[in-house]
């Protein structure tokens, strides 16, 4: 089983990789299907962690990480057809990050849902986290090609627009689940007081999006609001001497 | 662009030099977060707030401040639907004389239904332009800080320790500035269970002269467990007073004691009496405890913490808490989730 996890890992990462390099050949259509049969491989995968953790696979770093290719396919095919944004390689390119990401990690087989994760919140509070994480990554590198192509920014802007109100979501309902779990919405630990500053980050870019005042500030922002991503996601996590509330997330 | 904006703006870089001051991951001071520059930052944006709400809704305030009312009521349907949807179901799963108490909660969701439904339906209808949701974003937002300011205020937390006894009462809580706050009712822990995951070890501990020797694991296959040649069904192993776990004495010399140390922890629940009065009569409520479902007495929540084990004796660690201004913060949560949603994701302009 832990080798089928190992090599279902690849294969989807394979096939991300090879959405992107369809894409870089202007082979659209090819690119959109390499990444619906990533969907289908890491729909795989998630069953296989399912069977193997005995719960639903959210335990540590490379069950999220591995999940970020199940929501991204489904973020493509809305953007493009609701959106009129072709985002498919740029979502394929994060979905490999995070697949990379989950090769980095121990595979951790079993995995035992502790008393405070049994709860009807858990399931919602981190898929919303990981739609939104993996959509400001794709956000973040279309930033980062706004700098050759104008045009990127303002589908980063969309991006980040249909990114936020999952992180709303995953912000304020692990708030709502602390107020059950923990006897208070909000303990001022290291976890929330970074997610808090992400959230304020990209509620400052929405307040000056609008204005030519402030274009410059446009692409600083949203890098530095991915930088608080990554440093929320996994520094907080991973640094060992970190204590946190969140501390079974490592 | 406005001054209004300008200040929006310095008030949200300044929430975010205050949380990276104390945020850093090694070297910051979390202390901040509780001090006086949190406070004044946090009314400075409840302020910019509400009057950033009121600007943005010029015109159409009408509309919002119904909207926003129809929004709650909306919420409170989906919450009646969930909270007593769930019992309606739990009570389906018991049977019996719990099937009428399946029909009365199942009639309250119902209602919870027809709420959403219509005041969801007048929702959509009076919320229909964008600009409202932001403003009700904002108003979310200030809603939300009031509700944490009359927290920061007002609110009284204190770790509780109560023996699974059945006998031991809280009747008062004890601060730490020394001071004692009486609960207004009694309260008691009948009973405590533990479950756990079926992961569980074995060990067989050796004693030599009355003294214990090599500790060697012994490994299960099925229901029997293994060691060298020797084997046993796990169902031999029994509980004994004073014995914390499962054992089995293993026969011949020396002394051997096959023992089993119990798996992760699944859950735990105790079981709580609350004596209380309504209008001078005796009221006995009992509920179930658990970690992620907190017991409600008057003004008063409990969360279960932990437990811990001490003399054979089983102690409950809860929290009680008296939070004045929780449920506005929750609705403001609540208001910013949904508002926050469908400002971005309003896909044409002024049509609902």
């Known amino acids: 089983m832990t080798m089928l996890v190992y090599t279902l890992t690849i294969f989807a990462l394979l096939l991300c990789c090879g959405s992107v390099v369809a894409a870089l050949l202007n082979r659209a259509g090819d690119s959109r299907r390499a990444f ?54 740029w979502l394929a ?34 898929i919303a986290y990981v739609v939104s994480y993996g959509l400001m990554t794709v956000a973040a590198l279309l930033t980062l090609a706004s700098f050759r192509r104008e045009e990127k920014l303002a589908e980063a802007g969309e991006v980040v627009r249909l990114s936020l109100p999952f992180m709303t979501f995953g912000l304020w309902s692990g708030a709502l689940w602390a107020d059950a779990a923990w006897g208070g919405y909000w303990a001022w630990d290291i976890k929330e007081a970074w997610s808090l500053l992400t959230w304020c980050i990209y509620l400052i870019y929405l307040h000056v999006e609008r204005y030519s005042a402030f274009a410059s500030w446009r692409r600083p922002l949203l890098l530095l609001g991915f930088a608080a991503v990554v440093v929320t996601f996994l520094v907080v996590n991973l640094l060992p001497r970190i204590e946190s509330m969140h501390s079974y997330a490592q | 662009m406005t001054t209004l904006l300008k200040a929006g703006l310095m008030a949200l870089g300044a929430a975010c030099v205050l949380l990276l001051a104390g945020a850093f991951p090694l070297l910051g001071a979390p202390e901040v977060y509780r001090s006086g520059a949190v406070l004044l930052l946090g009314a400075i944006s409840v302020l910019l707030c509400l009057w950033g709400g009121w600007r943005l809704a010029t015109g159409l305030r009408g509309q919002l401040i119904c909207g926003l009312v129809f929004l709650f009521f909306t919420i409170t349907g989906l919450n009646m ?66 509700g944490a300011f009359v927290d920061a205020a007002y609110e009284v937390r204190v770790p509780v320790t109560l023996p699974a006894d059945g006998k031991t009462e809280l009747t008062e809580l004890f601060l730490d500035d020394g001071r004692h706050l009486p609960l207004g009712f009694r309260l008691r822990v009948d009973g405590f269970t533990v479950q756990h995951y079926d992961d569980a070890t074995y060990t067989i501990y050796s004693f030599e002269n009355g003294r214990p020797g090599a500790a060697q694991p012994v490994e299960r296959r099925g229901d029997t467990l293994h060691l060298g040649a020797e084997s046993w069904p796990v169902s031999l192993l029994k509980s004994a007073p004073g014995m914390p776990h499962p054992f089995l004495m ?55 913490s ?15 808490r008296r939070a004045p201004g929780r449920f506005a913060a929750l609705c403001g949560m609540v208001g910013i989730i949904i508002c926050t949603a469908a400002w971005c994701w309003w896909r044409k302009e002024e049509v609902a």
Not at chain 2, 253 to 269: A, F, H, I
Not at chain 2, 285 to 301: G, I, Q, Y
Not at chain 2, 306 to 319: A, C, D, F, I, T
């Open chain 1, 36 to 89: 619906d049969a990533a969907w289908v491989v890491a729909v795989l995968l998630f069953v296989a962690d399912w069977v193997l953790a005995q719960a639903p696979p959210f335990g540590n770093m490379r069950h999220v990480l591995a999940f970020f290719p199940l929501v991204m396919v489904p973020a493509a095919h809305y953007l493009r057809r609701f959106r009129g944004l072709e985002l498919t390689s």
């Open chain 1, 93 to 126: 390119a994060a979905s490999a990050l995070a697949l990379v990401g989950a090769l980095c990690m121990p595979l951790q087989a079993t995995w035992r849902q502790m008393p405070a994760l049994q709860s009807p919140w858990f399931a919602p509070h981190v």
């Open chain 2, 81 to 146: 639907l969930f909270l007593y949807g769930a019992k309606a179901l739990e009570y389906a799963a018991i049977g019996g004389a719990m099937w009428a108490g399946f029909v009365g909660m199942g009639c309250v969701a119902l209602t919870g239904v027809v709420f959403m439904a219509v005041f969801g339906f007048l929702c959509y209808r009076v919320m229909n332009k964008r600009i409202l949701w932001l403003a009700g974003a904002h108003w979310a937002v200030a809603l939300l800080g009031i």
């Open chain 2, 250 to 304: 293993l026969p011949g010399t020396p002394t051997r004691v096959l023992m089993q140390q119990p798996g992760t922890v699944r859950d735990y629940c105790a079981r709580l009496v609350a004596f209380t009065d309504h209008r001078g009569r005796p009221e006995t409520h009992t509920a179930e405890l658990r970690v992620n479902s907190p017991f409600a007495c008057k003004d008063w929540r409990f969360s279960l």
């Open chain 2, 306 to 320: 932990s437990y811990r084990e001490q003399n054979g004796q089983v102690e409950v660690l809860m929290q009680a």
